[in-house]
Nanobody
Framework: QVQLVESGGGLAQAGGSLRLSCAAAGRTFNQYTMAWFRQAPGKAREFVAAISYNTGYTDYGDFAAGRFTTSRDNAKNTFYLQMDRLKPEDTAVYYC???????????????????WGQGTQVTVSS
């Protein structure tokens, strides 16, 4: 079992940057594909980015490609999302999620993830 805790959210201006962290409690973090999702008020939860458990392969939502970068540090049991060139439409609650050995073909499917953090609010002002 893995417990996930996000941090690093807050208020940023358009064009600015934020770095989110997701700390995982559990001995098998390196066996988990990790992902970021976000949910804005009144909208469905949407895929932001993910990183595989074994190859380091990453995938991004269309809106995130070129602006956001995800990474992980297995030695620290921590997963990151660097968000640059933020836009007001990036305002949402951001969640990290994990699934043991999830394959890349289904990274973007929210229903495949077993473990979720509590979420961290990101607000981007114009």
């Amino acid at each position: 079992q893995v417990q996930l805790v996000e941090s690093g959210g807050g208020l940023a201006q358009a064009g600015g940057s934020l770095r989110l962290s997701c700390a995982a409690a559990g001995r098998t973090f390196n066996q988990y594909t990790m992902a970021w999702f976000r949910q804005a008020p009144g909208k469905a939860r949407e895929f932001v980015a993910a990183i595989s458990y074994n190859t380091g392969y990453t995938d991004y939502g269309d809106f995130a490609a070129g602006r956001f970068t995800t990474s992980r540090d297995n030695a620290k049991n921590t997963f990151y999302l660097q968000m640059d060139r933020l836009k007001p439409e990036d305002t949402a609650v951001y969640y990290c999620a994990g699934k043991a050995r999830l394959r890349a073909a289904i990274f973007k499917n929210v229903e495949h993830y077993d473990y979720w953090g509590q979420g961290t609010q990101v607000t981007v002002s114009s």
